[in-house]
T-cell receptor
Framework: GNSVTQMEGPVTLSEEAFLTINCTYTATGYPSLFWYVQYPGEGLQLLLK?????DKGSNKGFEATYRKETTSFHLEKGSVQVSDSAVYFCALYGGTSYGKLTFGQGTILTVHP | KAGVTQTPRYLIKTRGQQVTLSCSPISGHRSVSWYQQTPGQGLQFLFEYFSETQRNKGNFPGRFSGRQFSNSRSEMNVSTLELGDSALYLC?????????????FGPGTRLTVL
């Protein structure tokens, strides 16, 4: 079946540091890939997505590139802010299971001033 | 455009009771998916509805059920509540035509079972 593996957390960074959160997946065919962010007490917000190999999703300074050869979709940001502190989820839609996203376990990011 | 809304935001129930949660999708969206989020199991898919029909179901017992109305609003019901049902329940809406459209999430309903 489909699965998503995210790097172990939590991740703690200083403001303006570079961020990478690793995400690898297992799926048959050509899944669509997503990053969602969850702030305390809230639901999930779509951060970015990519639907085919070599696509780059980007939003609010975050980027991720769909790498089919390495089955990866790593999230990066060049300079994090305190306001980026949240939980980040990598997810995939496998193309054969209506309406079902498969999520990674989430990575807690804390950014200190 | 208004986002996905969920009511109530918080619920406290006791074991053995039943509960109904409601989800109103983004206008024009016809698919609603439901997820359970717990610290131990993470985000798990419950079921998905499109045009009042359940198209997909996750691996949950029959105590978990749902339905969708003609205006695309959806409800989920949990009967005979157990302590382990304490969780954040999230719904997400999408256009739904392909089954893999981008999902937009509501704020969730926090259910506590005592």
């Amino acid at each position: 079946g489909n699965s998503v593996t995210q790097m172990e957390g939590p991740v703690t960074l200083s403001e303006e540091a570079f961020l990478t959160i690793n995400c690898t997946y297992t799926a048959t065919g050509y899944p669509s890939l997503f990053w969602y962010v969850q702030y305390p007490g809230e639901g999930l917000q779509l951060l970015l997505k990519a639907t085919k190999a070599d696509d780059k999703g980007s939003n609010k300074g975050f980027e991720a590139t769909y790498r089919k050869e390495t089955t990866s979709f790593h999230l990066e940001k060049g300079s994090v802010q305190v306001s980026d502190s949240a939980v980040y989820f990598c997810a995939l839609y496998g193309g054969t299971s209506y309406g079902k996203l498969t999520f990674g376990q989430g990575t807690i990011l804390t950014v200190h001033p | 455009k208004a986002g996905v809304t969920q009511t109530p935001r918080y619920l406290i129930k006791t074991r053995g009771q039943q509960v109904t949660l409601s989800c109103s999708p983004i206008s024009g969206h016809r698919s609603v998916s439901w997820y359970q989020q717990t610290p131990g199991q993470g985000l798990q898919f419950l079921f998905e509805y499109f045009s009042e029909t359940q198209r997909n179901k996750g691996n949950f017992p029959g105590r978990f059920s749902g339905r969708q109305f003609s205006n695309s609003r959806s409800e989920m019901n949990v009967s005979t509540l157990e302590l382990g049902d304490s969780a954040l329940y999230l719904c997400a809406s999408s256009l739904g035509s392909t089954g893999g459209d981008t999902q937009y999430f509501g704020p969730g309903t926090r259910l506590t079972v005592l």
